[in-house]
């Protein structure tokens, strides 16, 4: 009973806020708003028992898409009142509502004559997950049953970071991402940005490692160490690497190039693409996941720094 | 009202909200922002559905919750080439506006 009203109050809190997100008028406050969404998001996770992507969430929907957003609006100030002035007219917005009440009907119509009984793939999963060696089914669902997925989905990261990197214009092409922070190297910041890391660090590998047999792994873990080195440039500790830097663009394809290799070694050792061959499966699951983690760190934070914004030597 | 049901429909609702700030908000920032709301409807009907396929110890089916740890990872990834590009826009025409073809304002 307390269950379900906690349940109803997420759900509600979540509506209002999704309604602050898109309707308020600064969009400074519709992204603070969002930020407590995403939080809010992680626990509709835990609840839906996916601690998995609840982790997920709160470090990359609450985290970085907040970080991000914040950083676009400080850029984007002048531009708000102009918009303003574009604001489409009564006939538009009487269109997409009734356009956003009909699709809202219809999914609502949908979840309420979901097939009995629902269909799942959560025995074969547990009848399965034994041959692969690791304990958590998701991570044996990333890396095992639809590793296919996710060799995409670093394929497609390191797409979206040369999407990104080709808005630079070409006078910047090979320069270094964002600012260069300066922060008082005796405040605050400073002090924290050589406290935290190292704590952090110790809690992504923790987290990477938990998450053969627990709740965590890669993206998690990636997304910490991401986070970490936000804050040691921000801290002004560090600069961005130049985007020709060859130990970073080595480091953004190592992920997805390991990935495909073993996945082609599968074709040979076991017949099938990115198969496992038998008592191989838990260190070649390790393999590729320690070689996505430098992909994925550096993919995030790359992301997160933007295009090339100063010229820099590559070194 | 079982807890996938509460879920499936707030998640109904977030989608129509998100849509909505999609076709109406102006500035492309918010755009994104709505857009992500809409997604994160799309993933929350998605959790309650893995959660319907509780089942064989299991409390929800993990294919479609792993699926949705690519999914934000992804959704991120787009986010960040979205806002690029804005930026890009902004610096090249300084105006956000979406109206138009901004090469042919000869402001570049």
Known sequence: MTGGIVSLAIVLLLLALAVWAVLVREAFLAIAGFVAYGLLLSLVWVRLYGIDVALTEAAIGGGLTGAMLIGAVSRLRGTEAASRSERSGAGLHVVALLLCFSVTATLVLCVLLLPEPAPTLALQVSENLAVTGVGNPITGVLLAFRALDTLLEAIVLVIALIGVWSLAPDRLWGGRPGLRYHADPDGILAYFARLLPPLGIIFAVYIFWAGADHPGGKFQSATILAAMWMLVLMAGLADTPSIGHRGVRFGIVIGPLVFVAIGVLGLFSAGALLAYPEEWAKPMIVVVEVALLPTLTLVLGLLLAGPPARRGSAA | ?108
């Open chain 2, 1 to 108: 009202m079982s807890i996938e049901t509460l879920f499936g429909l707030g998640a109904a609702a977030l989608v129509g909200i998100g849509l909505y700030g999609l076709i109406v908000l102006a500035h492309p920032l918010r755009k994104i922002i709505a857009f992500n709301v809409m997604g994160s409807g799309v993933f929350v009907l998605f959790g309650a559905l893995a959660k319907r396929g509780a089942g064989a110890g299991l409390h929800a089916d993990p294919v479609p919750q792993a699926l949705l740890i690519t999914a934000i990872v992804v959704a991120f990834a787009a986010s960040a080439l979205a806002v690029a590009l804005i930026v890009r826009l902004i610096e090249s025409t300084d105006s956000a506006s979406l109206a138009g073809d901004p090469l042919d304002e000869g402001t570049h």
